[in-house]
């Protein structure tokens, strides 16, 4: 593409007046290690590194074209053009150069401190049982037919958006159903994207301090952007949350509501527990304007009812029969999110991704209320982050767990003995419901050779994720493949499975 006809957007100065008529460009990028002869190099600023930094090396690889907020040090026939904010740029020139996918997408953004995931790919799973062609961004990836490709945020940077919305709209897919993160509303990841239905789920203090949020105030105003800057036609939110009062606050669209206790368009009630063939879940009936229906859901958890009310409110508003979403609820089931794993017949085995106090509380309450012999945490926490957390985490498990197996995370540049011994703080003195092991695939080990008959093991924090944070590397593990390979080897080491 030209490079004049790429800029169209753009608002830029060109101080040094080079002529950009005969620059043909055919990528943008923000990773300088990707930057060629006919890249235009946009210099971000990032929670660690800043683009800026990294003009010189784009520069020897090739690129002339570099967009910046700042003058930086190059060679005289390097084209500078500078903009008032980068990001916002990057998400105009990706828009541009893939010919403004995003319009011929109906997008559906779901934002709050909980529930994005599972609300998101249920959403997804009733527009493709409806017939619909959907496709699914967020924690788990993006996800659209066969197509399955992995994500490094909850919401990618624009450019991997626009590349993504691209390859959908060659797909044909009609409807994206899109985690939205405070930290993409905050680094506007998706500037410029038109929303067809937004929904909030909850809202509670999480991401706040370090290289995240400076304040709650700060989070709650980015996802309250959601709702008022990016052409939502209909909200759907959390009647139960009182934060859904700002997130509605003179928008003036058609709103839906779901609730638990507070009035609303979509609630429930005669909430029963289900438990069959080792997995969890509940029933419920379900009303709505004009019908009271019965729901099996094998998700388990207060917080899966309104997961999946948020999702029959968003189809329901497409025009979906009630008959689609209830089939669709009872089969749903979601990578990393209350995930149970066949491991040993006589135990159950269930992988999240909770990894703050709030989310880690919910599971855990949900579990307990199914009565297991013993309710067993196995958890970490991050490194380099908010420590605070940490401490919540292990209050959280001391009081909600019998036993607790306390291990690493993405521990990242930091000790994993430092992180564990901050969420050991939180436990009573002397007490003996935790054990550190450091070692997460050890840790795993010894909760399949150590779980009796009737319990119920959690595996937190690391939920659809495949690997682990070390020392800046991304290291392979995968929780589901060591569940199931350490449950064989016990059963054969002690040579039946026990009653």
């Known amino acids: 593409m030209q490079l004049t006809k790429l800029l169209a957007d753009v608002i830029y100065k060109n101080p040094d007046n080079h002529n950009l008529e005969d620059i043909d460009i055919a990528y943008v990028v923000y990773d300088s290690r990707k930057a060629t002869f006919d890249t235009v190099f946009v210099c971000i600023t990032g929670a ?4 800026h930094d990294f003009a010189q090396s784009a520069y020897n690889k090739g690129c ?26 990057l998400a105009r020139l990706s828009a541009t150069l893939f010919g403004y996918p995003a319009e011929k997408l109906s997008i559906i953004g779901i934002t709050g401190t909980k529930g994005k995931t599972t609300t998101a790919h249920l959403i997804a799973q009733i527009l493709t049982k409806a017939g619909y062609r959907a496709a699914y961004i967020g924690s788990n990836g993006i996800s ?3 197509a399955h490709y992995p994500t490094t945020n909850t919401t990618p940077e624009s450019y991997d958006l626009h590349y993504y919305f691209n390859k959908m709209v060659n797909a044909k897919v ?3 159903v899109m985690e939205v993160s405070s930290q993409a509303l905050y680094h506007f990841r998706v500037y410029g994207i038109k929303f067809s239905i937004c929904v909030f789920t909850n809202l509670s203090p999480d991401h706040i301090g370090g290289i995240e949020h400076p304040t709650f105030s700060h989070y709650k105003n980015c996802k309250i952007s959601l709702f008022r800057d990016y052409g939502c036609e209909c909200i759907v939110y959390n009647a139960d949350d009182p934060h859904h009062r700002d997130m509605i606050k003179n928008t003036g669209v058609v709103t839906r509501s779901f609730a638990l206790r507070e009035n609303a368009d979509f609630s429930a009630s005669d909430i029963n527990l289900l438990k069959e063939n080792g997995h969890l879940g509940v029933s419920f009936v379900m009303h709505t304007v004009t019908e009271n229906l019965r729901v099996e859901l094998y998700l388990p958890g207060e917080f899966n009812i309104y997961n999946a009310l948020a999702a029959v409110a968003v189809c329901r508003h497409l025009g979906i029969g009630y008959s689609t979403m209830l089939s669709t609820l009872k089969s749903a089931s979601i990578r990393g999110r209350l995930e149970v794993i066949p491991a040993l017949l006589y135990c159950t085995f269930i992988i999240d991704y909770a990894h703050n106090e709030v989310s880690l509380r919910s599971v855990l309450t949900a579990l307990r209320q199914y009565n297991p012999t013993r309710l067993i945490c196995l958890f970490g926490s991050v490194g380099g982050r908010t420590k605070m957390r940490r401490a919540k985490l292990g209050k959280v498990a001391s009081e909600l767990a019998d036993f607790s197996i306390l291990t690493s995370d993405n521990p990242d540049f930091e000790a994993p003995e430092n992180i564990i011994n901050d969420i050991a703080r939180a436990f009573p003195e002397n007490s003996n419901a935790y054990i550190k092991i450091p070692d997460r695939a050890e840790a795993i080990k010894y909760a399949v050779e150590n779980a009796a008959p009737g319990d119920i093991v959690l595996l937190a924090g690391k939920g659809h994720e495949e690997y682990q944070l070390i020392e800046g590397k991304k290291i392979r593990m995968n929780e589901k493949e060591l569940l199931i390979k350490y449950a064989m080897e016990f059963s054969e080491e002690i040579g039946a499975i026990i009653p």
């Not at 660690?48 to 683009?51: A, C, S």
């Open 174 to 176: 009609q409807y994206v």
């Open 144 to 146: 659209f037919g066969n």
């Open 64 to 89: 002339r074209v570099f967009v910046c907020e700042h003058e930086v040090d190059l060679p005289e026939d390097a084209i500078i053009l500078l903009v008032s904010n980068a990001r916002i740029a």
């Open 48 to 51: 660690v590194h800043d683009g």
